[in-house]
């Protein structure tokens, strides 16, 4: 699209208080453009508009399989919006995530239900963490498949991953403890596990931000164990091969911590 992009025009439409059907004329139009911007998700994407959540959307700052993200622009300042596809290959998986997790009994098991199902469960991990003073992303709004957050921004972007930081082997020492810490609060204050915690899915502004938490699951969950050392087995690696002496054996003893062998408790025998 030569000129203006697709956001310029959003942004126009909605300054312009043009009506919501003139929007979505143009979903063909956007689509091609980016395909997340199809009829539903300009729709929803208005909706967040109007409730006030967002004014435009700026710039793409990631374009994934499950999600694309883009930074838009609020009344008081940015926001990071993701916005799930809803066109999904891997959607199958994302039901054992939802299935066995207390909070999600009820659930609409479509192919589209499952898509807003589990950006809910985004939202509502990300409030519990926020809540018990956990560095992520606070949600702002959430629009079937479409979720608002906090823009984790650093040196005038958006926050790197952790993977790509160069820093100083004592600043990873200190990571690690607050990627420990952070484990620990989230077992013991949220009562949920990650599920998918790496240096892919920690951000630096200055600090760790852990974020991506729509497959983070409740502590009772069947996987969560399992979930709970896949977690620290990858992110102890990767501290680790920064550098950090001993962050294996750190993370396997927190495991131990959070999880205590099962002691297993005989019936005594009848005499
Ligand atoms: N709130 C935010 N502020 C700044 N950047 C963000 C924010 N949320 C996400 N990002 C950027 O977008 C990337 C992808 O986000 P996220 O990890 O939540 O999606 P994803 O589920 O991994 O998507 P996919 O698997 O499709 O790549 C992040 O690694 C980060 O670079
Ligand atoms: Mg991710």
Redesign the pocket.
């Known amino acids: 699209m030569a000129g203006k992009d697709v956001y310029d025009i959003i942004h126009e439409k909605y300054d312009k208080r043009w009506k919501r059907e003139e929007l979505i004329v143009d979903a063909d139009r956007f689509k091609t453009y980016d395909e997340v911007f199809d009829r539903q998700n300009l729709d929803n994407i208005f909706k967040l508009m109007k409730k006030g959540s967002i004014r435009t959307l700026e710039c793409p ?9 883009y ?1 838009a622009r609020t009344d008081e300042g940015f ?2 919006v ?1 916005i ?2 809803t066109s999904n290959s891997t959607f199958g998986a994302f039901l054992d995530y939802i299935i066995g997790d207390r909070r999600f009994q009820k659930i609409d098991r479509s192919h589209r239900g499952i898509i807003y199902t589990w950006a809910k469960k ?1 939202e509502m991990n990300l409030k519990a963490m926020v809540d018990a003073g956990i560095r992520a ?1 606070a949600p702002h709004g959430l629009f079937k498949n479409v979720l608002v ?5 650093y040196e005038g972007g ?4 952790l993977r790509v930081l160069r820093t100083e082997p004592d600043h990873w020492v200190e990571m690690w403890k607050d990627v420990m810490r952070t484990v620990k609060k989230l077992y013991r204050k949220c009562g949920l596990v990650h599920g ?1 915690l790496s240096e ?2 920690i ?1 630096y502004d200055g600090k760790p ?1 852990y ?4 497959q983070s699951v409740d502590k009772d969950h069947p996987r969560a164990r399992e979930l709970l050392k896949r977690d620290l087995s990858i992110i102890s690696l990767f501290f680790q091969k920064k550098g950090v002496p001993g962050a294996e054996a750190a993370a396997m003893r927190l495991y131990s911590e959070l999880i205590p062998a099962q002691i297993s408790e005989e019936p005594p025998q009848n005499r």
Request: no cysteine.
């Open positions: 700052i990631s374009t994934g399989k499950e999600a694309n993200v930074k926001a990071a993701k799930y596809r985004e992303p957050m906090d823009y984790i921004e958006p926050a790197p991953q998918d892919y899915n951000l931000v974020m991506d938490v729509g």
